[in-house]
């Protein structure tokens, strides 16, 4: 007896790329809306909205974080074509200055400097999720391509140069208040403001590993996708 074709809907390729472009559509909605409420407020009321940027929207740009850690298992298991290191770089950047810096210190969360890294933030991942939701579907547009592997190259360097500032603002409160520092065994202690200021070079040095991959992926994107329009 022959073997029965699996309808579309069942076939692994389809049920991954149905899964890939229900995550994708959720994480554009999330960052549409965040990107599209601070707009609103900010011709509403002017520069008091970024005051209270993160009180108005930071629960959703947390969750729109977290989620997103599920990239990692996506390339981990092979369903999402990406280098795992520079996009676990990228991930890790975000989620300690979102989780580690600024929730954890209301003063901070009142600073300039989280809206504006809210924006570079959201302007990223709205190129980028649109771009990869249209993929999958197998949907291409070349100013869209040609966006999503270029808007970076000014965006990402300023992201964090907008990260480094928002733990440099954030230091005279760890110091104050003593968040995460804490006093170990055999006379051993951990004072978080030197842990932050390490971590503060390691991120120029995750900078520039990460700008050269996503320049080198840029490259071999920009290369092919000429070649698939003449086939078209």
Same mark, same amino acid.
């Given at each position: ?76 298991? @092979? #369903?999402?074509?990406?280098? +795992? ?5 990228? %991930?890790?950047?975000? /989620?300690?200055? !979102?989780? $580690? ?36 579907? @197998? #949907?291409?547009?070349?100013? +869209? ?5 270029? %808007?970076?190259?000014? /965006?990402?360097? !300023?992201? $964090? ?72």
């Amino acid at each position: 007896m022959g073997r029965v074709a699996l309808p579309a809907w069942l076939q692994p390729r389809y049920r991954k790329n149905a899964y890939l472009f229900i995550y994708y559509l959720i994480q554009f909605c999330g960052h549409s809306w965040i990107f599209t409420n601070m707009t609103v407020r900010f011709f509403s009321f002017g520069q008091d909205s970024m005051v209270d940027t993160f009180y108005a929207i930071g629960l959703v740009m947390r969750l729109c974080q977290s989620i997103s850690l599920l990239e990692l298992l996506h390339i981990y298991v @092979g #369903i999402e074509s990406n280098h +795992l290191l520079p996009r676990f770089l990228q %991930l890790t950047e975000r /989620i300690i200055i !979102l989780f $580690v810096v600024i929730t954890s210190q209301e003063e901070v969360q009142e600073k300039y400097v989280v809206c504006v890294l809210f924006i570079f933030w959201n302007l990223l991942d709205m190129v980028r999720y649109t771009y990869s939701m249209l993929s999958v579907i @197998g #949907i291409s547009y070349a100013v +869209l391509t040609w966006l999503s592997q270029t %808007l970076w190259m000014l /965006i990402y360097p !300023l992201c $964090v140069l907008a990260e480094a500032f928002a733990i440099y603002q954030s230091l005279p409160y760890f110091e104050s208040f003593g968040t995460y520092s804490t006093k170990l065994p055999f006379d051993v202690s951990i004072y978080f403001p030197y842990v932050l200021k390490i971590y503060l070079m390691m991120l120029f040095i995750g900078m520039y590993f990460t700008y050269s991959h996503l320049y080198s992926e840029r490259r071999d994107v920009l290369r092919i996708f000429p070649m698939k329009k003449k086939k078209m």
